[in-house]
Each structure stands twice: as C-alpha cells, then as structure tokens.
C-alpha cells in the first residue's frame, strides 16, 4: 500500500428516520470498510469511527492507501490433456483462453503445471493492479448504499429534473476527503468535495468546508453546531438529563428507556435539555398512560420520585439552544397539555361502564377469520382457565380464574387502549380495581400477558398463571390448528414468544401440570385441529424447551439426554440435567453411557417388543447371575430415590452396575439359540435398559 492517509466520507441528506438512524450509521460505515479492506485499500487494524446525525451518514478511516498492492495471481486454465496436443503444441483451445486473458502463443512456455484432482492442469501466472483509492473507494460507496438497511425508499429527481434516483432521503452533499485531498468519487448524482451542512438554525455559517479527514469532527461541532457521532451525542443527551433532573432536586430521575434515547439522539443535532412540567391533576389518570402519550408522541422524558411514581415534570430533548429558553419550554408545555387532558377523558370516560359490560361487545370483534371472534377466543381461555384452575387449586381458584379469564379481553374495547393499544391488560386491572373486583382478579388482566418478551417478569399470583397459561395456549393450539405455524425467521404470531411463555412458567414456577395434558386440553378445543397437530406442537415446545437450556448453559449433550424421554413435569428438568451432570462426571459414567447405548441397539434389534421380566431360573452364566443380583440390590434403591425427586442420588446409585454391566457383555451371549434363555437375558436388559434411563436417556452421553 501506498500514501497512507486518513479517510473521510460523508453524506449530507434530508433527515434520516430517527429509530433506523444508529443502523443505518454503523452499516453504512462498516460496509466501507469491509470494502476498502477487501480491495488491500485498507489495512486489518486500521481504525473505524462511525458518524451518523439526522442529517448525515460519514465514516472516517485512520490509515487508507491511495493505491492497494500489486498482487500475484494463479489462473487454472485447463488440463494439460486438453491444452497440448500429442506433439505438446497448445491446442485452439489453450489459445483462445489465453487470448481471452490478454495472452497470446507467448506465453505457453511460461505456464506452470501443477497437479489439479487426479489430472494435471496448466495455470497462467500474471501480476494484478492494486486498485487505486478512486476505483476502490467508488466501488465500496456503492456497495454500502446498496446494502443499507433502509426501512423505506424515497424516489426523487436530481436537479436536471429527468434523472430518479432511490434513496432513503434526498442526498445534496457528498464529501470524500483522503488526508486533505478531494477523492473523485460520485454517488447518488453527486461529486465529491469537501464541504457541506451545519446545523439548519444555529450553524456559525451556512456551508462547513473541511479542511482534512481528521478535522472532521471538531470542525462541524465548532463551525456547524452539530455533534456528528452519534454515541457522543447520546452521551450528552445523558449526561444533561441527569444533570436535568439533579436540578429539579426531591431525587428525580428521568424514566430509563433506551430504545427513546436512540431515537431522541436521532432526532436532535445539538442538544439541550429543558425541564417542563404539567399540572398536577393530571397524576389522577394512570402513569401509565400518562408516561406512554409523554415517550410515544412527544418524545419527551417524564421524571419519576424515588419510589418510581410519576412527577408533573418532565425533560425536553430541544434540538436548539436560546439564550431565553422560556419559549421553547412554554411551547413544549401547551403541546403536552391536550394529550394529557385526552388521556383523562379517556379514562373518566371508560371509567361510567363496568369491565363485565364490555365482555358481550367482543363477540363483534374479529380474532381470526378462522378462529372466530374474539369472544369465542375469550370463551375458549375461559374454559381453559377453569380445567387448568382445578388442578392445581380446585375450586378455590377457579372461581377467581374463570372470572379473570372472561374479563381479560374487555379492556380493549375502551377508549384509552383504542387509542393506546401498548396499554392493553395494564388499563383492564385499573379499570378492574375501579370495579371493587379482587385484587388477584385485577393483577390476573393485567398479568395474563405475562412474560411480554425475553426476560419480562411471570406473572405475580397463581390466577394470572393460571389464565397467562390458558391465554398463551389457545393461541398456539388455534394457530397450529389452522396451519399458522412459524416458518424460519418469521413468526407473525409471536408463538415462540408464547411456547417460551409457558415453558418458563411451568419450570419456573414449579407447577405440577403435565405439558402433553395441557397440550392435549388445548388443541380439544378447536374442531380444525388434525391428528397431528398435538404432535408437532409438542415438538415446538421441547425445541423452545432446548434452545432455552442451552442458553442457560446445558451442554447440547446434557439437554439431549434429558429431553429425549419428553418430560411433562418441566419444574424436574433442571433437576435431571443437574443429576445428568453430576452422574457424567463419574469415572462410571463413560462405560456405562456405552453399555446403555448398546443395550438400546440390542433391544431395536430384537423380534417384537421385550418384556422387561426376569425369571431367576432361567440365569446360568455367573456374569448375568451377578448381574441380576447387582439389580435385585440396587434398582428398588434408586427407584425409591427417583421417586423422592432425589435425581442425582439415583444416577449415582446406578454408577456401581459398572462392574457387572462389564462383566455380562464381556462373558454372556445374549442372542443365544434356545428362545428362553435368549428372551430371559433380553428381559434382563430391559430391565436395565428401564432403570438406567428414567432420568435422562444416558446413551446420548456416549461419545
């Protein structure tokens, strides 16, 4: 590589779509330097900093060449059988391929042979330009346009008013500076120089011209008033919100939302807080709703007190910075005011009809063109509620189960979850408590949503885990029913979300429901329902089931084993995969791991199913003697263990059938000719085969 230098390449757009904004900055940056680098333009080490503001996307590269490398290249042409004739003269064919190469008759004598396969292949030999920065950098600009991830693409004209060009936004600039030389790029119908846009209202001048690649940043914060990186700009926002919130004082702290800082940061080119407020009546209405109109439609920041509840301040994200900020605080102040008086109205509002009034209106809504109405939906939850409620408190959490259950959709026929539909399940328990209903009745409406995504908290009473169950599996088995089933990457249903749910649910809370009678109670509900739906949405779930222990950090081995037997009781699973680990660390355990495989294969093997029966009579050899005693002697043992939930304790019991485990396949014939005595020691290792594997199936440790 050739004259070093840094790199600077900016795009100056209309203004970017703030919640793609960070994407776009670190894809549009990456893509150039994965290109540059690719073409020997760029070296592996060399630095990277990415820009992206509302209104440019830049990259600056710390070391770049003005010309890659030569390089040398080999080029298979063909087989020597094909190139040379008897007399070794190229053939026609050899000629036109090296023509084809720029080579003529000359340069066969140079060619190099060189086994390829079985056959030998001729190969040409040349030395390839390195790329200059022009070539390779106009390659790597294109390429990251292209491969930007742009949410939606805007067509427009350039200014000859003929050309149309795609693009996220409309581009005006482009700049491409190499050390403190203009590199002779193009894109989008643009020319690359070196200047380009500030700050649309607080800019020191209109047009920012930049001296070099290094100057880049300093230069648009001091002459443009813009932060261009994207991070240091959300650090600043960060760090005036606290500061912020320190001088309101009491411990008010802004609301913790980062998906809400990304797109503040996205919005804002300079940054300045400003603390707001609103009249306090507004705390009337649920915070929550008040805190979703403040962050969805405004984009502000409400302050919280110490204990998490809303304060009538909140913290303005301004994009200019006035020497009397009253006007922008006052402004900020009336646009907030009739969101929150609609917020009330809404909730007074909803607030005149009961929860239990609504119920009949939902069998107007449409759930599924195939599953019926949404009341039918919530008529199968119900039911679902009730048989899952019984067993696991009878009638003492049905009652409350099914009346949760049949109110948990009737918030969203009011007024404040029509207009917020995020608030769903959260307006049903406020709306449920303002109806005097049990305070496990309201926490159920709200929590039957429960887990919402990875990592949300379950449910908090056992009358929302009993409906957040019934809720989650109607779904599954409605949507398996009629074929909906996720297909790759995409999951409109969410129904991974949901199978997790569930399972998390049962092992987390412990919860002695068999999953194959949940699963078969569920798919019973729906009349569209194949002989083989139960089936595959057994399989969905113990595939959740294992994606989701490995990320706990089960060894693919360990989930294996353990799940291979399907257990209904999920609560157990983290204890079998505690006792698979324990037992796998035995001395014993690779030999019997062994044993048990073979054991299995034995058994496939065998005319018809083994009864696992043992007549004492029938044993002759010492080593299935012993063997059988060995078992007589420690079976009931780990059985007993088994049964006490002790999983490890009935492992590590088995752990001393080694020895004659050993013995019998080293001194017993087990396929022998007389029929009783080869189905007597076929018995004898079912037998086995049975109390080795009602923990985990311990062939799949076998190596």
């Given amino acids: 590589m050739t004259n070093c230098a840094p790199l600077l390449v900016e795009l100056f757009v209309e203004e970017l779509p703030p919640k793609a904004l960070k994407k776009l900055g670190h894809a549009f940056s990456g893509v150039l330097l994965e290109q540059l680098q690719a073409q020997g333009l760029a070296p592996g080490d060399a630095h990277l900093t990415s820009f992206a503001s509302p209104r440019r996307l830049s990259a600056h590269i710390t070391s770049v060449a003005s010309q890659a490398a030569d390089k040398a290249v080999s080029q298979k042409l063909m087989p020597v059988t094909v190139a040379l004739d008897a007399a070794g003269q190229p053939t026609p064919a050899l000629l036109k391929k090296l023509q084809a190469l720029g080579a003529d008759a000359s340069a066969v004598p140079g060619l190099k042979r060189a086994p390829d396969g079985k056959a030998e292949a001729l190969f040409y030999e040349s030395t390839q330009r390195g790329a200059t920065l022009a070539e390779g950098l106009q390659k790597a600009l294109s390429e990251a346009i292209a491969k930007l991830p742009i949410p939606k693409v805007m067509t427009y004209q350039l200014a000859d008013g003929w050309t149309d060009v795609k693009f996220v936004r409309p581009a005006h600039s482009l700049v491409a500076l190499h050390g403190d030389q203009i590199v002779p790029v193009e894109a989008l119908g643009l020319q690359a120089g070196r200047t380009t846009q500030g700050h649309r209202f607080e800019a020191a001048q209109a047009v920012v011209t930049i001296a070099n690649a290094d100057a880049y940043g300093d230069t648009l914060e001091r002459e443009g008033a813009v932060i261009a990186s994207f991070e240091a700009r959300r650090a600043e926002i960060t760090r005036q919100l606290a500061e912020a919130a320190a001088r309101v004082g009491g411990g008010a702290r802004p609301i913790e939302d980062e998906a809400l800082l990304d797109e503040v940061t996205g919005l804002v080119e300079r940054p300045n807080v400003l603390v707001c407020e609103f009249e306090p009546q507004f705390l009337e209405v649920p915070q929550e709703c008040l805190i979703l109109t403040m962050k969805a439609n405004q984009k ?212 002695p429901l068999p999953l194959g009678e949940l699963l078969t109670q569920a798919v019973a509900l729906f009349p569209q329902a194949g002989a083989e739906t139960g089936a595959q949405l057994s399989n969905f779930f113990y595939e ?139 018995g004898l290792l079912a037998t086995l085969h049975k109390a080795m594997n009602q923990v985990a199936d311990l062939s799949r440790l076998a190596a």
């Fill in 300 to 511: 502000y920041f409400p302050l919280l007190d110490p204990q998490g509840r809303l304060t009538h301040r909140f913290l303005v994200v301004s994009n200019i910075r006035p020497q009397d900020a009253s006007a922008v605080i006052g402004g900020n102040e009336r646009v907030v005011r009739p969101r929150l008086a609609d917020a009330k109205f809404f909730f007074d509002q909803d607030r005149k009809r009961p929860l239990s009034a609504r119920v009949e209106g939902l069998a107007k809504v449409v759930y599924h063109n195939k599953l019926g109405t949404q009341g039918e939906r919530s008529e199968r939850v119900r039911q679902l509620a009730v048989a899952i409620a019984a067993r696991l408190g009878g009638a003492a959490l049905v009652q409350p189960a099914e009346e949760a259950a049949r109110l948990a959709k009737a918030d969203l026929l009011t007024d404040m979850v029509g207009e917020f539909p995020e608030l769903q399940g959260t307006m049903g328990r406020y709306y449920a408590q303002a109806d005097g209903l049990a305070p496990e009745v309201a926490d159920a409406i709200e929590d039957h949503y429960k887990p919402r995504f990875a990592g949300d908290s379950l449910p908090r009473g056992l009358v929302g885990l009993v409906v957040a169950l019934a809720d989650k599996l109607e779904t599954l088995a409605g949507l398996f029913a009629i074929g909906q089933l996720p297909t790759g990457d995409k999951d409109p249903f969410a129904l991974r979300r949901h199978a997790l749910g569930v399972v998390r649910m049962l092992m987390e809370r412990d919860l």
């Fill in 544 to 682: 959740r089931l294992a994606g989701l222990l490995r990320e706990q950090g089960y060894s693919a081995q360990e989930v294996d084993a353990v799940l291979a037997l399907q257990p209904q009781q999920l609560g157990d699973v983290a204890k079998r995969l505690a006792a698979v680990r324990a037992f796998a660390a035995l001395p014993e355990a690779p030999a019997l791991a062994a044993a048990n495989k073979r054991i299995g294969n034995i058994l496939k093997k065998a005319d018809g199913p083994v009864d696992a029966h043992v007549s004492a009579g029938l044993l002759q050899e010492p080593a299935e003697k012993a063997l059988h005693a060995a078992m007589v002697e420690l079976a009931p043992k780990a059985q007993a263990r088994f049964d006490a939930g002790d999983y490890t304790g009935s492992l590590q019991m088995l752990a001393a059938l080694r020895a004659p485990v050993d013995a019998f396949f080293d001194g017993v014939m087990v396929n022998a000719d007389a029929i009783d005595l080869r189905l007597n020691r076929l």
